[in-house]
C-alpha cells in the first residue's frame, strides 16, 4: 500500500496530464483582466480559432485609465508617454488587433486598470474599487449575464489563486469569474481551463526563460498541457503566435526591435488545468511577500505620477 501511495503522490507531483481539450468547433469566451494578458495561450487559440472552427470572443475587464504606458516608456526610457486615458484607447486597439489576428473578437468592460498589492489584500482592494457602490454581486451578475449571452462551451482565464504574476487585476478577473460560474446550475457551466503559469521574478522563483512556460510549483492539479511547438496548417509553429501577439502590444514591449523568444520545441507547451479541479478561493501570493511600488503604498500614486511628469519633460506627456 506504501509503495502505491507514494506511485500516486510521484504522479500528482509530476502534474499527472489529462486529455487535451477539445475545441474543435466550440464556442469559446477568454476573460483576461488586460489587453495583453492573452499572450501566452496565443499558440492555442490561433490553432484553435484559425484552423480548428472555433468561434473565440475576448471579454477583457480592466482596460480603463491604464497607466502602463508611461511605466513601459519610463523603463525602456524610450517610447511615447501617454497619460492613462490616451494609454487605454491605445491599448484597447492593440488589442482588436490582437483578437483578429488570432480570429476572434472583442469586447471591453471598462473597469480601471489598477496596480494594489500583490496579495490577497491588493485583490480584494481591486475588487472593491472595481464595486463602487454597487457592491461585488454587481460585478459577478454582470459576468454572469455575459455568460449568459455568449453561451460559451469553453472558457479560458487565468488561476484565481495566482494569476500567473500575483497581479492582484488578473486575480480579481479570475475570483469574479469563478464565482459567477459557482453560481450557475451545475448543468449550465461551460468547461473551464485556465492557464497554469509561472511567470514573476523577484521572489525566488524565476520567470519565463526565453518564452518557456513552467507550472506554479505548489499546484496539485492535473495538468495538461498544449503542444506550442505543433505545425499549423499554415506551416507556422504555433509558438509563433506568442510572439507576433507580444508585438502588436506594443505599448507594453520592453524591447521593442528586439529578438524574437524561441525556446527549444520541448519547452513550448502551455500547461492547463480545470477549474473544477481546485479551490478557487485558495491563496498562492501571500506567502511570497512580492514587494513592488503599489499604488495602496501611501505617496506611491502621487510619486508615480510626478516621476511621469519629470521624465515626460521636453517631449509633452499626452493627454486626450
Given amino acids: ?8 503522490m510521484a504522479l500528482v507531483l509530476a502534474g499527472c496530464a489529462r ?12 476573460v483576461q483582466a488586460h489587453p495583453g494578458d492573452e499572450r501566452n495561450l496565443a499558440p492555442m487559440l490561433a490553432d484553435a480559432c484559425l484552423f480548428q472552427g472555433a468561434r473565440c470572443h475576448f471579454l477583457i475587464v480592466a482596460d480603463a485609465n491604464s ?13 511615447a508617454m501617454l497619460a492613462p486615458a490616451p494609454c487605454s484607447n491605445r491599448r484597447r486597439k492593440e488589442m482588436l488587433k ?20 500583490h496579495d490577497r489584500a491588493g485583490m480584494i482592494r481591486t475588487i472593491d474599487r472595481w464595486s463602487g457602490d454597487g457592491g461585488r454581486d454587481r460585478l459577478v451578475a454582470r459576468l454572469m449575464g455575459i455568460i449568459g449571452r455568449r453561451k460559451p ?11 500567473s504574476s500575483c497581479h492582484p487585476g ?26 497554469e503559469t509561472r511567470d514573476i521574478s523577484k521572489t525566488g522563483m524565476g520567470q519565463r526563460d526565453d518564452g518557456a512556460l513552467f507550472v506554479w510549483p505548489d499546484n496539485m492539479a ?16 504555433a509558438h509563433r503566435f506568442s510572439d507576433l501577439v507580444h508585438r502588436l502590444h506594443a505599448t507594453q514591449d ?17 500547461p492547463l488545468i480545470r477549474l473544477s479541479d481546485i479551490d478557487w478561493r485558495a491563496d498562492m501570493c501571500d506567502r511570497l511577500h512580492i514587494r513592488l511600488p503599489t499604488f495602496d503604498v501611501a505617496g506611491n500614486e502621487e510619486r508615480f505620477v510626478a516621476r511621469m511628469h519629470v521624465y515626460g519633460r521636453g517631449r509633452a506627456v499626452k493627454r486626450e
Fill in 67 to 79: 497607466p502602463d504606458c508611461a511605466a513601459v516608456a519610463m523603463a525602456r526610457a524610450s517610447g
Fill in 254 to 270: 520592453l524591447s521593442p526591435g528586439g529578438p524574437s523568444l524561441a525556446p527549444a520545441p520541448e519547452r513550448m507547451r502551455i
Fill in 98 to 117: 490582437s483578437a483578429a489576428l488570432l480570429g476572434g473578437t472583442a469586447e471591453f468592460l471598462g473597469w480601471d486598470d489598477l496596480f494594489y498589492a
Fill in 1 to 8: 500500500m506504501l509503495r502505491v501511495a507514494i506511485v500516486l
Fill in 170 to 195: 488578473r486575480r480579481a478577473t479570475a475570483t469574479l469569474l469563478a464565482e459567477a460560474i459557482s453560481l450557475m446550475p451545475t448543468a449550465d457551466r461551460p468547461e473551464t481551463w485556465l492557464e
Fill in 222 to 237: 492535473p495538468v495538461t498541457w498544449y503542444d506550442g511547438a505543433k505545425t499549423l496548417p499554415n506551416g507556422w509553429q
Fill in 19 to 30: 486529455p487535451q481539450p477539445d475545441v474543435a468547433g466550440k464556442s469559446i469566451l477568454i
Fill in 153 to 163: 462551451d469553453m472558457i479560458l482565464a487565468s488561476d484565481p489563486r495566482h494569476g
